[in-house]
């Protein structure tokens, strides 16, 4: 053989050797589960070997989200909850006391979905949490409009959308469950939830109004994002009320702003303009799901976003429950809950599904989803988020004051 010809062949075996190796590589870490991926256990293992809260920094590895947890918990009673797509780790424990809360209502006797809503409630009395008592304070500076909704394994769904004057939108969608319909919007569904018995009573708190003077100066700086530093918000102003001091409305201070009045958030709560919820699966295996959300300062009058649409913000079925966290219109666009909910259903462990569907999603879009199928349960977001999980074996947390 001649030189030339040796060293072509040499060439090409070690071509196919590569490649050989490279699929091999590709094979193995297609099949492997994420936690595998990730340089961890695999999600069949204890929940300690998977566990780690919140992150801050990038993902460890392409193809793992930044938040990534869940394990196998196929007996018993599970409850997974979330603070918010971008919710920093700080928040954890009262992320995790709902989900206490949640599953000791469980063992009271409660239904999975009323435990659900149970778990929601908590997070809405806490003024951090964009939901309830801490809502986001809207464009105009007075108005204030939450989504809610609730669903269980059974196809039973309740929500209400852009409802004003309640303390708790996610226990006036359970409400709704006791009517023929399936969602109320606006001024019927704030009506029905005072007919219904809940308090007439506006949601604002010092920590709303302080975030929303700091972001009326990030808006008027051109910085909002969310499509608010492009969009000309002033031509479409839909208010009922004129636009405020704090954007350069009548009486506003020199310069543009009124000047702060609220108790100052920190940075993190500025970041975070996102839903809370529950998800939760009864010994029986029956499962229900949670959503409650203030919605974003940045936003037009009457804008409804992923919450209270079903198989986008949430979803439950015989296979688990679903609930998601994150930029609401791509939500919708992409059909996350139920996208995630049908990985489950086709056999993919909720650790799985959370993950896939997370990694699925636009990389500028902020989403975090929780799930609790079958098998055990997941919690995944590109961003941060804090979470909480607790479990039949788990013991029993001690009690403590949440944060106002």
């Known amino acids: 053989m001649s030189p030339r ?9 070690l071509v196919i050797v590569c490649v050989g190796a490279i699929l091999a590589a590709g094979c193995g870490t297609k099949d492997k589960p994420a936690a595998q991926t990730a340089g961890s256990a695999s999600a069949t293992d ?8 919140a992150g801050s920094g990038a993902p460890a590895e392409s193809g793992t989200p930044m938040t990534f947890a869940g394990g196998a918990e196929p007996v018993g009673a599970l409850i997974v909850t979330h603070g918010g797509a971008g919710s920093p780790p700080e928040w954890s424990p009262d992320v995790q006391a709902a989900a206490d809360t949640a599953f000791a209502a469980l063992r009271g006797g409660v239904s999975a979905l009323d435990a659900a809503v149970s778990g929601t409630q908590v997070m809405e009395n806490i003024h951090r949490f964009n939901a309830g008592t801490g809502a986001n304070i809207r464009l105009d500076g007075k108005s204030i409009q939450m989504d809610a909704a609730v669903m269980t394994s059974e196809g039973r769904f309740g929500a209400v959308a852009v409802i004003e004057r309640v303390l708790h939108p996610v226990a006036v969608a359970r409400a709704l469950l006791g009517t023929p319909h399936l969602m109320l919007a606006g001024d019927g569904a704030t009506r029905f939830a005072h007919a219904a018995g809940f308090k007439d009573q506006v949601p604002w708190c010092e920590e709303a109004q302080a975030k929303f003077e700091k972001r009326s100066a990030t808006l008027l700086a051109g910085k909002a ?3 608010y530093d492009t969009f000309d918000w002033r031509r479409f102003w839909n208010y009922p009320n004129p636009i405020p001091p704090e954007l350069g409305g009548p009486g506003a201070a020199k310069g543009g702003g009124s000047g702060a009045t609220g108790r100052a958030p920190d940075d993190l709560a500025l970041r975070v303009s996102d839903t809370v919820g529950t998800v939760c699966r009864d010994a029986d295996g029956r499962f229900a799901a949670t959503l409650s959300t203030g919605g974003t300062t940045y936003m037009l009058y009457g804008r409804v976003g992923d919450t209270p649409i079903m198989g986008a913000g949430l979803y439950a079925g015989p296979a688990g429950a679903v609930a998601c ?12 809950a139920r996208l995630v909910y049908q990985l489950m259903e086709s056999g993919v462990t909720a650790r799985e599904a959370v993950r896939r569907g997370c990694m699925s999603f636009p990389p500028d879009a902020d ?23 607790t479990w039949a074996g788990r013991p029993p947390a001690p009690p403590s004051a949440p944060a106002h």
């Open 5 to 13: 010809r040796s060293v072509t062949a040499a060439v090409e075996v």
């Open 46 to 53: 204890a929940p300690a070997a998977s566990d780690a809260r």
């Open 225 to 227: 994002g969310q499509g």
């Open 325 to 336: 966290t994150g930029l609401g219109e791509m939500i919708i666009h992409e059909g996350e």
């Open 367 to 389: 989403l975090g989803v929780i799930a609790v199928g079958r098998d055990g349960w997941g919690v995944a977001a590109n961003r941060s988020m804090a979470y909480g999980h």
